[in-house]
Protein backbone atom coordinates (compact mmCIF):
# COMPACT_ATOMS: atom_id res chain seq x y z
CA UNK A 1 0.00 0.00 0.00
CA UNK A 2 1.26 3.36 -1.03
CA UNK A 3 0.68 6.01 1.03
CA UNK A 4 1.14 10.33 0.84
CA UNK A 5 3.65 12.39 2.48
CA UNK A 6 3.46 16.01 2.16
CA UNK A 7 6.06 18.17 2.84
CA UNK A 8 5.05 22.24 2.82
CA UNK A 9 7.88 24.48 1.41
CA UNK A 10 8.77 27.02 -0.67
CA UNK A 11 11.46 28.20 -3.03
CA UNK A 12 14.92 29.29 -2.16
CA UNK A 13 14.33 27.54 1.25
CA UNK A 14 17.31 25.15 2.23
CA UNK A 15 15.96 23.69 5.19
CA UNK A 16 13.21 22.53 2.71
CA UNK A 17 15.63 21.41 0.01
CA UNK A 18 16.90 19.03 2.96
CA UNK A 19 13.88 18.12 3.99
CA UNK A 20 12.81 16.84 0.78
CA UNK A 21 16.36 15.03 -0.09
CA UNK A 22 15.73 12.95 3.36
CA UNK A 23 11.96 12.37 2.71
CA UNK A 24 13.09 11.04 -1.30
CA UNK A 25 15.61 8.85 0.80
CA UNK A 26 12.69 7.36 3.32
CA UNK A 27 10.36 6.90 0.64
CA UNK A 28 11.15 3.07 -0.71
CA UNK A 29 11.94 1.82 2.97
CA UNK A 30 8.43 3.40 4.81
CA UNK A 31 6.58 2.97 1.48
CA UNK A 32 4.97 6.14 0.93
CA UNK A 33 5.03 8.74 -1.92
CA UNK A 34 5.99 12.32 -1.43
CA UNK A 35 3.91 15.57 -3.15
CA UNK A 36 5.52 18.79 -2.41
CA UNK A 37 3.56 21.93 -1.68
CA UNK A 38 4.54 25.30 -2.35
CA UNK A 39 3.13 27.43 0.61
CA UNK A 40 3.68 30.66 -1.30
CA UNK A 41 0.97 29.46 -4.38
CA UNK A 42 -1.78 29.33 -1.81
CA UNK A 43 -2.63 32.15 0.71
CA UNK A 44 -3.83 29.87 3.57
CA UNK A 45 -0.77 27.62 3.16
CA UNK A 46 1.22 30.90 3.61
CA UNK A 47 -0.82 32.24 6.52
CA UNK A 48 -0.78 29.02 8.57
CA UNK A 49 2.51 27.45 7.33
CA UNK A 50 4.69 30.51 6.61
CA UNK A 51 7.36 31.09 9.82
CA UNK A 52 7.22 26.66 10.14
CA UNK A 53 8.49 25.19 6.86
CA UNK A 54 9.59 22.97 5.92
CA UNK A 55 6.08 20.71 7.26
CA UNK A 56 5.83 17.59 6.85
CA UNK A 57 2.47 16.11 6.79
CA UNK A 58 1.30 12.10 6.84
CA UNK A 59 -1.79 10.66 7.73
CA UNK A 60 -3.70 13.90 7.86
CA UNK A 61 -1.00 15.06 11.24
CA UNK A 62 1.81 17.40 11.29
CA UNK A 63 5.05 15.12 12.16
CA UNK A 64 7.79 17.19 11.54
CA UNK A 65 8.14 21.14 11.06
CA UNK A 66 11.56 23.58 11.01
CA UNK A 67 14.01 22.42 12.21
CA UNK A 68 14.06 18.50 11.28
CA UNK A 69 15.76 15.84 12.53
CA UNK A 70 16.47 13.43 10.66
CA UNK A 71 16.41 10.44 13.25
CA UNK A 72 13.35 12.11 14.78
CA UNK A 73 11.94 12.80 11.27
CA UNK A 74 12.23 8.77 10.32
CA UNK A 75 10.77 7.42 13.82
CA UNK A 76 7.29 9.86 13.58
CA UNK A 77 6.74 8.90 9.93
CA UNK A 78 6.79 5.22 10.56
CA UNK A 79 4.63 5.63 13.54
CA UNK A 80 2.23 7.84 11.54
CA UNK A 81 2.30 5.65 8.09
CA UNK A 82 1.82 2.63 10.34
Given at each position: ???E??????????L???????????????????????????????????E???????????????????????????????
Amino acid sequence: MTREVILYTRKRCGLCDDAATELRRLAPELGFTLAERDIDEDPGLRARYDELVPVVVAGGHVVAEAPIDATRLRERLAAALR
